[in-house]
């Protein structure tokens, strides 16, 4: 059976356009002083904002829009023991493949090759009670001794 | 034979008649679209569709796209002459809703004490559809509905049938608090409804002096109109939703400052809708 898209998150006569909620998502983002990022419903990183900019350690012009894979395996992941953290206990990941919220506290290493403790909070998005368009995520960094 | 379409009504907000709005009217929105075989479409349902229903005939469906449900739009529904004729076929397209029917949101104002008969007191033969994701048919118009930015589910819609096409997305704040020109087509509220189109009737409530202290009430500034019609490359601008304090010279003034900031990608500089407004889609 064909999928049938949520309204917004189609083409039209070949034209894309997102979702209208993560579009909204998006400019909600990028008002923000809370680090936040938005992936849409494949687990595309489709945006983050300034303030996350400075956590994850590149600028989103420079970085871009990364697939699900790709932004996951970017940032190193460990849990506060240190030990890696499995992509499915990732906050985000959480709520995009279990569709509910999530929070956690994780050691982050940026694109800058920094270490940092954040706490991550994330949520997904529905348009409407079945359609689920992404995830937001906010993000904040906590002090620790290690942390820069 | 192309598409036509025909402006009954092309104020924002509130119906303002009176002397200083004659010449655009005072008529909230309604639109008459006709298709290549003679049939009609109804965009909306403002105090406009009114004098419309006076001039329909019962010759067949009944079709009415509402964009959204603010009062502007669905206000005249209840004067519209076809509603009370049980001879009547009337299909209502409007946007879905989390957690309402269209029906169910419509009879608010279609009952005591907004109104004195109840929805189900009408004797036309009257069906409520979600808009479909998909592209679907209306005697042979294609239409594509997909929900653009303003407070509330809304819709704007993509009227194409033998090569011409319009959007009407009389409702619209397409950027919140970012610059449209840092943004990708996609990201753009309404972009894909409006690509391309011959006709594109869009948002023009504020000048760019009154935007500021109205941001977030999901209407355009004669710059973002413009904007957006460049961005989206349609073929005329017919800017629309006059704000009820605008007089007919006010809007002639939001004309000048459109044809001013239009940078030229087309012969045709934008225009104001106006009741009584006929456009032949090309």
Known sequence: MARIEPLGFRSVEGRPQKHLALILARELASQLATATFVADARGELVFYNEPAEEILGRTFAEAGAMPAGGWASQFRLEGLDGAPLPMEEMPAAVALME?????????????????????????????????FVGVIALFWQEPTMDAD | MPLQARIWGCRGSLPTPGEATVRYGGNTPCVEIRTPSGRRLILDAGTGIKRLGADLESDGPVHVLLTHLHLDHVEGLRFFAPFWRPETELHIWGPPSPLHTLEERIARAFSPPLFPLELSDTPADVTFHDVPHETWEIDGVRIDAQAVSHPGPTLGYRLAVNGSSLAYIPDHEPVLGVEMADLGPEWISGHAIAADVDVLLHDCQFSESEYPSRVGWGHSSVAHAVQFAQRAEVGRLVLFHHDPDRSDAGVDRL???ASELWDGTSAVTPVAACEGMTLDVP
């Open chain 2, 255 to 257: 004309v000048e400052r």
């Open chain 1, 99 to 131: 569709r509910r919220p999530a929070h956690g506290k994780i050691w982050m290493t940026g694109l800058d090759g920094q270490r940092r403790l954040v706490s991550i909070t994330a949520a997904p998005l529905f348009a409407s009670p079945t359609d």
